[in-house]
Nanobody, 118 residues
Framework: QVQLVESGGGLVQAGGSLRLSCAAS????????MGWYRQAPGKQRELVAT???????IYAESVKGRFTISRDNAKNTVYLQMNGLKPEDTAVYYC????????????WGQGTQVTVSS
């Protein structure tokens, strides 16, 4: 089992910044990917960004150049620095952890609300 604890959501004006954090604990395999997905009201959950334990990153086109994902492997923590926020970034942001090798496992955090006012 892996537990994910998220923090850092909130309300911000358009153009502002927020930083999300997600700490993983439990049965952490060394080869894994952590990342962020988001779900706006009435829409499907979508990828925002992921980063593997080896440092490979994937970003959604809509956030490239504005968001930066990073991680601290020693702390099993992933961060999402969000700059230049837009009202369309408003959503519940979910942390995700999944294994890359070995037995497959996939876990979600409880979600943190990000609201961007215009």
């Amino acid at each position: 089992q892996v537990q994910l604890v998220e923090s850092g959501g909130g309300l911000v004006q358009a153009g502002g910044s927020l930083r999300l954090s997600c700490a993983a604990s439990g049965s952490i395999f060394s080869t894994n990917a952590m990342g962020w997905y988001r779900q706006a009201p009435g829409k499907q959950r979508e990828l925002v960004a992921t980063i593997t334990s080896g440092g490979n990153r994937i970003y959604a086109e809509s956030v490239k150049g504005r968001f930066t994902i990073s991680r601290d492997n020693a702390k099993n923590t992933v961060y999402l620095q969000m700059n230049g926020l837009k009202p369309e970034d408003t959503a519940v942001y979910y942390c995700n952890f999944r294994t890359i090798s070995g037995p497959y496992s996939n876990y979600w955090g409880q979600g943190t609300q990000v609201t961007v006012s215009s």
